[in-house]
Nanobody, 126 residues
Framework: QVQLVESGGGSVQSGGSLRLSCVASGFRYSSYCMAWFRQSPGKEREGVAIMDADGTRAYADSVRGRFVISRDDAKNIVYLQMNSLKPEDTAMYYC????????????????????WGQGTQVTVSS
């Protein structure tokens, strides 16, 4: 049974940093594509960052240069280091996993991922 458990969320002032963690279990983690998504109230869930099993990364334009996704395959953990946080980064952040590499053009698409965590809240105040 696939399980994804996020942690590391919290409240921070604008310009601050947070590191989110997602512990994965119940599947062959090292071969999976892992990603972070976020959702604000009243908005659709959007892709933030993705890292494939081969190390390929991609980022949403809104976070590129500020956020870094990484993974520790020995510990089955995927991280999201978030720097220079802005109030518009406030959202519930979700970890996602899928055994398939997304099709080109769908790397940060919600429908490209079959397994999801429960989320961790990030709040950035101005």
């Amino acid at each position: 049974q696939v399980q994804l458990v996020e942690s590391g969320g919290g409240s921070v002032q604008s310009g601050g940093s947070l590191r989110l963690s997602c512990v994965a279990s119940g599947f062959r983690y090292s071969s999976y594509c892992m990603a972070w998504f976020r959702q604000s109230p009243g908005k659709e869930r959007e892709g933030v960052a993705i890292m494939d099993a081969d190390g390929t990364r991609a980022y949403a334009d809104s976070v590129r240069g500020r956020f870094v996704i990484s993974r520790d395959d020995a510990k089955n953990i995927v991280y999201l280091q978030m720097n220079s946080l802005k109030p518009e980064d406030t959202a519930m952040y979700y970890c996602a996993a899928d055994p398939q590499r997304p099709r080109d053009g769908y790397w940060l698409d919600v429908d490209s991922f079959q397994d999801w965590g429960q989320g961790t809240q990030v709040t950035v105040s101005s």
